[in-house]
């Protein structure tokens, strides 16, 4: 099935829908039980960086201690090498029929077929993995593989399993499915399952699900095999324990899973065997990678998949090789290459909501970035865009010719000549408001020049996002090293949140960065509607990256006259993710249609919003869904309904004339 099938498919649509919402709401209610998120996150991504330092170490040590204990411990290279070394301990007991539970790590080395293929029938005891293996899909979340199917869906599935009518009901088909599991976990030599966490002291595995299949699959049959990665290591029973109560409540809301194993020594009736095999598959070495690194602390609970608006629309069928959603992009790179991820990668917007979610504070819109920038497989449209963004000539040829345009002065310039911008305001417009919407830039500098905040512009070149994220790492280098030398010294308020977080990621010290709403909260400036007015925001992804969505709301629900509509969705994608809207249209259409409901409930007159990219979106969407209302840029919005109330006592001489 190609994109389009995924996205007019409603029944996955739907169910997406629902699960995103329950996740969230559960989320929400539990996940403040365990302290502030910020310091939970913290205290987890240390557990695990502590312990991926000393992985080898930590290894040897739980190699010895299940050794000594009668273990057979067994290591994987890579994804052949696993499947040739649990399939050959399967030979060695004559097992023809394996009862596995679910295993993320098992499909990515592309288990089950293999075992199939050389005789041994292999049955999925968990609930999500038994329908998509019966459907023969493969799994669409890490914690729920079979979250795109409906109740309905499910039931037709059964009902012809089982030859009989399956209504659908949960609680009927979960009855069914066990009864007829029951047989299998009653006649298998071997049981399979994975493993949560594994910790150092003491030596043990832990083990979560919510059916107490993994525990059947441990425990019924005389051989039992624990497969798991490499990154999977902890230090401690109390590090393991707390892995244990964030990875639930984070990923579907639950404060804890039905059932919890931990396995420490085989079993001792009668002659049983416990086999434990570990998988490197890529994984030492992204150990040592400086991004790539980050992703080893993932605790695969799925939370980011849940947030992400292009995981909603497509779901994880579509959007994942194995693994799932952005993080899924840098894991496919991690085990099977930049190139096989690549694909993935490419269908991310970069929005970053999955960095708010993750609890172990991995970086991952940065690393799908890094991943697409090593592959070096720019479409047509990007490297055009880049090439058009970074060697461009500015729209305004000259100073005289932009202060014209604001209607500043009528040809004689006040302004005596010279470089004396360095330490004023400098004011950076942008690519797409330079090229696509120079109505902006004339209403900011009307605006600050109403409001008497100096500022000063000039010829720009291009912060460098569009080579960033579409391979031209050499041309992102370049333009970022001029710009630190240009803008050095100075305060820049931005007119672009994708140009703001692009220059913020320089990591300067040397340089004060400003959205528009913060400078003007920062001066003192107050506004006053002209009349009553409706506005609802739409808070742009770069922005929400940094932190910097609360000066937005602050301003705008400050001004006399605003009626400011408020809506959990205001800081959802909209899709648009710059070139995202045309390289591809119907996925970043699929993604607006998520959050036009907003529109629709609060009924604004004005949409406001700081980002250029997304009023496009906003406004070419707005038509073709029949949103009435009008989609303003702050700078706009503020320069045409509204009057400046409280100037700024901070400077007197009103908009200065551009740089070089």
């Not at 290279?77 to 295993?103: C, M, W």
């Not at 030596?203 to 051989?223: K, S």
């Not at 629309?313 to 194995?322: D, H, Q």
């Not at 840029?633 to 320069?639: A, M, N, P, R």
Request: hydrophobic share 40%; proline share 4%.
């Amino acid at each position: 099935m190609n994109l389009k099938g995924y996205l007019d498919n409603p029944s996955i649509r739907e169910a997406l829908r629902r699960a995103a919402q329950r996740f969230a709401e559960g989320r929400e209610r539990t996940i403040p039980e365990l302290g502030n998120f910020s310091e939970v996150r913290r205290k987890t991504r240390t557990i695990k960086e502590r312990a991926l330092e000393r992985a080898d170490e930590i290894w040897l040590r739980v190699a010895s201690r299940l050794v000594d204990d009668g273990v057979v411990f067994v290591e994987a290279v890579d994804a052949q090498d696993a499947r040739e070394k649990i399939l050959n301990i399967l030979k060695e007991h004559e097992v023809s029929l394996l009862i596995k539970g679910k295993s993320i790590t098992s499909e990515e080395v592309g288990l089950n077929p293999f075992l199939e293929a050389n005789g041994v029938e292999v049955v999925e005891t968990d609930l999500g993995e038994r329908i998509i293996q019966l459907k023969g899909e493969k799994s669409s979340h890490l914690i729920v593989p079979a979250i795109h199917n409906s109740k309905e869906e499910v039931a037709r599935l059964f009902s012809e399993y089982f030859g009989r009518e399956i209504p659908p009901d949960p609680y009927v088909i979960t009855k069914e499915v066990r009864k007829d599991l029951r047989r299998f976990f009653l006649t298998s030599k071997a049981g399979f399952t994975g493993a949560n966490v594994v910790s150092e002291d003491p030596v043990a595995f832990y083990l979560m699900t919510n059916e107490g299949n993994g525990r059947l699959c441990a425990t019924m049959p005389d051989i039992y095999i624990t497969f798991t990665g490499y990154e999977k290591v902890v230090e401690t029973l109390e590090d393991a324990l707390w892995i244990l109560r964030v990875l639930p409540r984070n990923s579907v809301g639950l404060r804890f899973s039905s059932y919890v194993s931990i396995f420490k020594r085989p079993f001792r009736w009668k002659d049983r065997k416990w086999y434990v095999v570990i998988l490197d598959n890529g994984r030492r070495r992204a150990l040592s990678d400086p991004k790539l690194s980050h992703a080893l602390r993932c605790i695969r609970c799925g939370a980011c998949m849940n947030v992400c608006p292009i995981y909603r629309v497509l779901s994880g069928l579509a959007f994942s090789r194995v693994y799932m959603g952005g993080i899924g992009a840098v894991w496919t790179a991690i085990t099977e290459g930049i190139e096989e991820a690549y694909r993935v990668a490419s269908l991310c917007t970069g929005c970053g909501s999955c960095n708010q979610v993750c609890p172990v504070e991995i970086p991952i819109s940065e690393l799908v970035e890094e991943v697409r920038s090593r592959a070096e497989r720019p479409s047509l449209v990007e490297r055009a865009a880049v090439k058009v963004m970074s060697n461009r000539n500015r729209v305004f040829a000259s100073a005289a010719e932009m202060a014209k345009l604001v209607g500043i002065y009528d040809g004689e310039s006040p302004f005596t000549a010279g470089s004396e911008g360095k330490g004023e305001v400098q004011l950076y417009v942008g690519c797409v408001i330079d090229q696509l919407l120079p109505e902006v830039a004339r209403s900011a500098l009307k605006l600050l020049d109403a409001c008497g905040i100096n500022v000063v512009w000039g010829r720009e070149e291009c912060c460098g996002l569009p080579a960033r994220v579409y391979g031209g790492k050499a041309e992102y280098h370049r333009l970022r090293l001029f710009n630190l030398e240009k803008y050095a010294g100075m305060t820049l308020v931005f007119l672009c949140d994708s140009c703001l977080s692009t220059f913020i990621d320089y990591h300067s010290e040397d340089l004060r960065c400003l959205s528009l709403p913060e400078l003007l909260i920062e001066r003192g400036v107050t506004f006053k509607a002209k009349r009553p007015v409706k506005v609802c925001m739409h808070i742009p992804c770069h922005l929400k990256i940094h932190g910097r969505e609360e000066h937005l709301i602050k301003l705008i629900g400050s001004i006399e006259g605003v009626e400011l509509l408020r809506s959990p969705k205001e800081r959802e994608c909209c899709g648009g993710a710059g070139l995202y809207r045309y390289k591809l249209p119907e996925v970043s259409k699929a993604v607006f249609e998520e959050k036009v409901s907003m529109f629709y409930e609060l009924e604004p007159e004005f949409v406001v919003t700081t980002c250029p990219s997304c009023l496009l979106q906003l406004r070419d969407n707005f038509k073709s869904f029949g949103v009435d209302a009008e989609v303003m840029h702050l700078s706009q919005f503020l320069s045409e309904y509204a009057v400046c109330a409280s100037p700024s006592s901070a400077s007197s001489a009103g908009t200065r004339k551009p740089t070089d």
